[in-house]
């Protein structure tokens, strides 16, 4: 990949940065490491596709912006640096593809411009009890009867689910031969009786997560994606797009301007923190680190783009590494507030406290994140998961 300067990047910069501006000011200086709330996507979603920006990750035949590597990473630079609502990462970076690599002309039509208009949120019904690194044992029935599927099972670490207007589903359509020739995946109303939907608290005190049930839960033949016992394959697809997805490479940028801005406003005794050595050490190889992810996801997102197989064991590398990094960067934004990194902040949709604490400008939503991010070696594949995948792809290679 060449990774010279584009002379019309900058330009292009510009244009994301003229349209910013141009958001309402509700809509800016935004915690962006939690997904925005569903009034926020939903009004996010609509001035982008006004814009014709509704689909920023896909090529212009299906239509996305088609936009290069570099110009999406400018996009999500600058949305992240003026703190925009996100977008239904379920939908865009993930289902969104799927749909378009899968889905019969019908399924399009019934959900695309919805999509595009923000009308429908999505969520993910994957993991279940027992069944999350060895994805593959999931026991989710769907049983054929006429025009139907009935659903019956239980999925757990959906997130979203309390918001989602539909859920894309795995499911188990034939127990019989290779367990993961069995798996179909379906496409399900949340509104659909039968569908149960219960909250779970996550390290962060946050409600993102839930259990979802699902009890003789009735589904249209037409709502099955590719063909029945194609889901596996279909999963692996939308699994590599997933990794690229948890680096988060946005959200690792600001983590990391965050903490240059305490070097300079924290202070230990007459001197800045930055000026102590450690710290400063510290915080050059976070950069440089930094540096080293946001090549491999120029990399990853170029490599899948021309659907090279290596893309795939990449992508696996990339996980790793990036979420690690989340959470080395968010423990030194901790270690460097001292005691004052160590308070449980509110959540950032809650209101802060009557009374502010000292540093608070500094901390609130510190405590947050880093909490959130013990979690980010684990949900989208375990690292172990993920280095066992390398450790056979490279040796097949």
């Not at 110009?71 to 993930?94: H, N, R, W, Y």
């Amino acid at each position: 990949m060449d990774f010279q300067p584009d002379a019309g990047l900058e330009a292009f910069r510009q244009d994301v940065r003229q349209f910013i501006a141009q958001v309402p000011a509700e809509l800016k200086g935004l915690q962006r490491c939690v997904r925005s709330t569903r009034e926020q996507i939903q009004r996010w979603q609509q001035l982008l596709d006004a814009q014709g920006w509704g689909a920023p990750y896909w090529a212009t035949e299906h239509g996305g912006t088609g936009w290069s590597v570099p110009q999406i990473l400018v996009f999500d630079d600058e949305c992240s640096a003026a703190g925009t609502p996100t977008q239904d990462g379920f939908v865009q970076k993930m289902l969104g593809p799927v749909l378009n690599a899968f889905a019969t002309p019908e399924q399009k039509a019934e959900h695309m411009p919805a999509i595009f208009r923000g009308e429908r949120l999505w969520c993910q019904g994957f993991s279940e009890p027992g069944s999350g690194s060895d994805l593959a044992s999931l026991r989710t029935r769907a049983e054929r009867d006429g025009d139907d599927y009935i659903i019956n099972g239980q999925k757990i670490w959906t997130s979203y689910a309390h918001d989602a207007d539909w859920i894309f589903l795995l499911v188990r359509t034939n127990a019989e031969g290779k367990k993961q020739a069995g798996i179909s995946f379906l496409l399900v109303d949340m509104k659909t009786p039968g569908v149960t939907v219960r909250p779970i608290r996550s390290i962060d005190d946050a409600h993102h997560l839930n259990e979802t049930f699902f009890d003789n839960v009735r589904v249209p033949v037409k709502n099955l994606i590719g063909a029945e016992g194609q889901g596996w394959n279909i999963t692996k697809f939308l699994l590599n797009n997933e990794h690229a997805t948890t680096a988060d490479l946005p959200e690792l940028k600001r983590y990391m301007r965050e903490l240059r801005q305490f070097a300079t406003a924290l202070r230990v005794g007459e001197q800045a923190l930055g000026a102590q050595p450690a710290f400063a050490l510290k915080l050059a190889r976070l950069d440089a680190e930094l540096q080293a992810i946001t090549m491999l996801v120029q990399r990853v997102a170029r490599l899948e783009q021309l659907h090279d197989p290596a893309s795939h064991v990449l992508g696996s590398m990339l996980k790793v590494r990036a979420t690690e990094l989340q959470q080395r960067i968010t423990e030194a934004q901790l270690e460097a507030l001292g005691d004052y990194g160590a308070i449980a902040y509110p959540h950032p949709h809650e209101a802060a406290p009557a009374q502010p604490y000292p540093l608070q400008a500094l901390a609130r939503g510190i405590a947050n994140d880093m909490f959130l991010r013990r979690a980010s070696t684990i949900y989208g594949g375990t690292s172990e998961v993920q280095r066992g995948i390398i450790a056979k792809m490279l040796f097949q290679f």
